[in-house]
């Protein structure tokens, strides 16, 4: 993971530095630093912890000088501490680095051979040594990197400012990095968000790409060596970062814009003259097609779990799901004419690049659902189907997963119809059902005091269980890792079928059991279940409607009553209550909320 910026500037860069890894702090948070070339040669500042640390000793530091990198780090080699924060330096270079280079022990017994020393745990200082090394040969820049790319193993991005900041080499493998073009200055970022405050007109690098950039522009060479073109591109990403408005947490004011976003990506999937499904067209004709395979991380991966109940029950297509980092290493056959559908909040989660990657290999039409349009897995796919969730900040996704399995619902829908397994009728009455849901989910939103004992209580807790069956089930898991993300207390989703099968032995009166239980078709199995728990002493806390209340509130130790909705929409409904419960239970513990520890929100290593 981690965020990478770098400037070639003309004006002062210290602070623009720090202010470009604002932007990238959603890639991690353990820790930053900037290096400046200044009249005295390099000059570093690092601090462990957030950015503000950073920003805060920047104050009182004079550092001038007109180039510079900066990094915000989520640490995978070696602590959070200062000596392994980045840049990193050895010699000529001074480098920030994105991804992990698998082999770096190999690489650093070589070096230390030869008798280079370290002063961090990291793989990116023995990459700086590795390069300094190799530039010390005094071969041409395009040998170098011929001769350095084939010795990194692993995905990454880096960028190596040299020679007292006059020109710098930038490569990426997997992890993504756009150059940006200036007036007479020239900057290098991991994505547009991190640029967006310098300039709009960038270039993204292609897997295997590598650049060397001076002031004047830049350079750039494809996987076999070979000098290219990329395309300048004029990025829609704005600068502004969203402030949290009156809400405590960025994650407490994106719960509360689900009415508007889901409203949004609603209206972005109908025909607004006749109120039905409008998708964009995609390459295959969906009655022919043998099988969707989809594939997601954490949040994201849920939301594909729910489409394919739903494509499976109304569309009556063959569907699978898996979670993307076991997908790829699977070795999975592949339908010959089938389809792959990406889900990705950040569009730069790797595991799910690498297995669109696979999927492209398999010859598959890639789709891509993802909110952020300019990232790489929207780059790479045949369609791009966007949320409509505006930047989610917040590190645990809450209106990406919804604004997500509204585009699924009615991609479900669309097909549904064109199979002939729902008539327009029927088509009509769902998407009336999606249509409501925006002014119900603000209702709810409207009167949050039912939650705060149950709050009280779950925050007491050192394990929760969360059950639900069918849509409900993806959605009880969605709400197991809500909790345990935000507030650090163990917590398991289950089919509620299935904890018969072991986890019912986990259930005494210290293990709350929260239900995730619409009145729908399975609503009388589920209510068999929370007899189960009862019967153990367990404690029930109820999500369900009127009709799930009256039959077996009386057993609840809580309820939370939900408005009754169509059973198609319920798994959006409900998802709310357990984004709301996650949260209200991380203010009891005061857990920090928008940044969890060791997460980061979009997840860039394997
Ligand atoms: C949990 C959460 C993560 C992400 C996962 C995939 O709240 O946010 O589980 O869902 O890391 O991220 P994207 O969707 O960006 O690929």
Request: aromatic content about 6%; overall charge negative.
């Amino acid at each position: 993971m981690c965020g990478i910026i770098g400037i070639l500037g003309t004006a002062p860069v210290a602070d623009r530095l720090v202010e470009a890894l604002r932007h990238l702090e959603y890639r991690g948070y353990d820790s930053a630093g900037i290096a400046v070339a200044t009249a005295d040669g390099m000059a570093r500042l690092r601090r462990a912890g957030k950015l503000h640390h950073l920003a805060t000793a920047l104050l009182t530091t004079e550092l001038s000088g007109s180039a510079g990198i900066g990094h915000t780090r989520w640490a995978t080699h070696g602590a959070a501490t200062e000596a392994n924060a980045h840049p990193h330096v050895a010699g000529r270079v001074c480098i920030v680095h994105n991804g992990i280079i698998e082999n770096h022990a190999d690489l650093a017994a070589e070096l230390q051979a030869g008798g280079r020393q370290f002063e961090s745990e990291t793989d990116t200082e023995v990459l700086a040594h590795l390069l300094d090394h190799m530039l010390a040969g005094g071969a041409p820049i395009e040998r170098i990197m011929a001769d350095l790319m084939p010795k990194l193993r692993g995905a990454f991005a880096f960028a190596a400012l040299l020679d007292g900041g006059t020109q710098m080499i930038v490569a990426r493998r997997a992890s993504p990095l756009a150059i940006g073009f200036g007036d007479s200055e020239m900057y290098v970022g991991s994505d547009a968000l991190a640029l967006a405050g310098l300039t709009r007109r960038l270039c993204y690098l292609e897997e295997g790409d590598w650049a060397l950039i001076s002031r004047d522009g830049a350079a750039i060479f494809d996987a076999d060596n070979q000098p290219v073109e990329r395309p300048v591109v004029l990025s829609e990403a704005t600068g502004a970062l969203i402030g949290k408005g009156n809400f405590r947490h960025y994650m407490e004011r994106e719960i509360h814009e689900q009415p508007e976003v889901l409203g949004y990506t609603l209206a972005y999937y109908l025909d607004s003259r006749n109120r039905q499904p409008a998708l964009p067209v995609l390459p295959f004709d969906p009655c022919k097609l043998p099988r969707l395979t989809i594939v997601a991380a954490g949040t994201s991966y849920y939301a594909g779990v729910v489409a394919k109940y739903w494509l499976e029950h109304v569309a009556g297509v063959l569907v699978e799901v898996d979670i993307a980092s076991e997908f790829r290493y699977r070795e999975a056959e592949m339908p010959v004419g089938g389809a792959a559908l990406f889900i990705s909040q950040s569009g730069e989660s790797l595991d799910t690049l690498m297995a669109l990657r696979y999927a492209r290999q398999k010859a598959q039409t890639i789709l891509a659902l993802v909110n952020q349009p300019e990232s790489s897995i929207a780059r790479e796919a045949d369609v791009v189907l966007p949320t409509r969730a505006g930047p989610e900040i917040g590190v645990a996704s809450t209106k990406a997963f919804t604004t997500q399995l509204m585009a699924l619902a009615v991609l479900s829908l669309d097909w549904a119809a064109k199979r002939g397994r729902l008539s327009a009728d029927e088509v009509a009455d769902r998407l009336q059902a999606l249509g409501e849901l925006p002014e119900l989910i603000g209702d709810m939103l409207s009167n949050l005091e039912p939650y705060q004992p149950i709050a009280h209580g779950l925050a007491q807790a050192r394990d929760v269980l969360y059950l639900g069956r069918g849509t409900s089930y993806p959605i009880a898991m969605e709400g197991a890792l809500k909790l345990k993300e935000l507030s650090y207390i163990h917590a398991e989703g289950y089919a509620a079928g299935e904890m018969k099968h072991g986890p019912i032995a986990l259930i005494d009166e210290g293990v709350p059991v929260v239900m995730v239980a619409p009145s729908d078709a399975l609503f009388e199995k589920t209510a068999s279940n929370a007899r189960e728990v009862l019967a153990r002493g367990g404690r029930v806390i109820l999500l369900s409607d009127a009709g799930g209340v009256q039959h077996i509130g009386s057993f609840a130790s809580h309820i939370i009553e939900l408005p009754t909705v169509h059973p198609f929409v319920a798994p959006i409904l409900y998802s709310v209550p357990v984004q709301v419960l996650a949260y209200m239970t991380a203010l009891e513990k005061g857990t920090d909320i928008d940044q969890p520890r060791n997460l980061a929100k979009s997840v860039t290593v394997e």
